[in-house]
């Protein structure tokens, strides 16, 4: 059972444009959201995070957007630059009153930033 | 600089062996978390620990077991290796609530492969 869901396995995008990731969930309880972008052959590294009672968090070039009807959240980068291509992945935690959070991961999406 | 370290960045195991995978935090986190990356499947979550002797299963936890007998240390075991547990182990760490500005910082990675 997939809670974590990213339905774009590759995106490509041409530089100086906007790349837009996406990321749906299941769990009503999920309640902190985060991005990681991994280069290959190294451990991912966070980029961004955004909590349930926000729709909004930017951060420099990269901005997440929660949508938490739709249970839907995305990524965007602008503008989009070479080194951004990369894997990223979307994760998502829900509180618990006893125990460590879980924190779980799509199976990420694959951004190509073309010259 | 927060560090979460794994103790090899490739193994080549025989079938049937026993085989540990170590990591160690420098961060003082309650956290620590062991997942499998494959193609098109993410970031896999194995076993996790919220505190010294403490651990929960997570979504793929058949054919491994983890210790953890100090606060930085976690380990994970691969009880008898099989081919089907060649893949990316990723090793993190994170304070016990994730909340606004706090993020699970990862290893470099082991890449396992089981002839």
Known sequence: ???????SPSLSVQEGRISILNCDYT???FDYFLWYKKYPAEGPTFLISISSIKDKNEDGRFTVFLNK???HLSLHIVPSQPGDSAVYFCAASARRIQGAQKLVFGQGTRLTINP | DVKVTQSSRYLVKRTGEKVFLECVQDMDHENMFWYRQDPGLGLRLIYFSYDVKMKEKGDIPEGYSVSREKKERFSLILESASTNQTSMYLCASSYQTLRVDTEAFFGQGT?????
């Open chain 1, 1 to 7: 059972d997939q809670q974590v869901k990213q339905n």
């Open chain 1, 27 to 29: 769990n009503s309880m």
């Open chain 1, 69 to 71: 009807s739709a249970k």
């Open chain 2, 111 to 115: 890449r396992l492969t089981v002839v």
